[in-house]
């Protein structure tokens, strides 16, 4: 059943064509929100609309744009072409990501220059044109999908780890800035959650699935909670120990 007091709210999710995004579109329609969808990806973003009609019936209001957050210059006419589709957005969530393996000295600058791209100047970008619609409406909630690996150098994995610590330090200044326009920001850490964007994640602990991160992430965002950690057990607990792990923990794991 489609939550009432939800129906006439509506989100915008970047990236929403797998993975957290995609599960993300799925529990807003859940609870009855309008829903903006975007992704590099319009044949998959067409199917993921489908398939949420179907699973949701009451969830007819699915706009779509295609956005490649890559596209510095493009994003933000494409944002706001969408959030005037919408008639408006009460949310954006800044989603859209990228990772793989990278090692220092190993011919990966191409794609750790790639990685800082997508994650960074791309989120700014989102940000950015959030920000820009919100201050014409009056207020809003941006929600930035950052990571746990933002306070945790990581062997393999260095130019993921420096994105979302760059895009947690800009959500954090963004915040401060914000207060008194009635704009306001939740951060969200997530651990192990199981999606293409990083292989054998079922290998690793307290690795949950997408829906569940995304029933959990909703629930905070509709919280407006500052910062969130999804799942919160154990992360929520264990995050001080992030940032200070020893060097030779990483190096027994190599």
């Not at 579109?25 to 975007?38: D, H, M, P, Q, S």
């Not at 393996?101 to 950015?128: E, M, R, S, Y």
């Not at 029933?215 to 995050?239: A, C, K, Q, Y």
Request: glycine share 8%.
């Amino acid at each position: 059943m489609v939550a009432k007091t939800h129906q006439q709210k509506a989100v915008v999710i970047t990236g929403a064509s797998a993975g957290i995004g995609r599960a993300l579109a799925f529990e807003f329609a859940a609870r009855g929100y309008k829903l903006g969808l975007t992704a590099r990806r319009m044949e998959v973003l067409e199917r993921v609309r489908d398939e949420i009609r179907t699973t949701h019936p009451l969830a007819q209001s699915i706009e779509l744009q295609r956005l490649d957050v890559d596209a510095t210059k493009m994003v933000g006419p494409a944002l706001h072409a969408l959030f005037a589709a919408l008639g408006g957005a009460d949310i954006v969530v800044v989603n859209a990501g990228i990772n793989e393996p990278t090692f220092v000295g190993k011919g990966h600058l191409t794609k750790q220059t790639n990685i800082i791209q997508t994650n960074v100047i791309g989120a700014i970008a989102t940000v950015d044109a959030a920000v820009e619609h919100f201050l014409t409406r009056g207020g809003g909630q941006i929600v930035g999908i950052s990571s746990l690996a933002s306070l945790q150098g990581i062997p393999g994995q260095g130019a993921y780890c420096a994105s979302k610590a760059a895009f947690s330090m800009f959500l954090d200044s963004a915040r401060v800035e914000l207060r008194a326009k009635s704009i306001s920001i939740t951060k969200i850490l997530p651990g192990f959650i199981l999606t293409e964007i990083a292989p054998n994640m079922h290998k690793y602990p307290f690795v949950v699935s997408a829906d569940k991160a995304a029933r959990e992430i909703v629930s905070l965002i509709e919280r407006r909670v500052r910062n969130g950690v999804v799942p919160h057990f154990p992360w929520w607990w264990m995050r001080p120990v992030f940032g200070h792990i020893p060097d030779w923990v990483w190096a027994k794991m190599m």
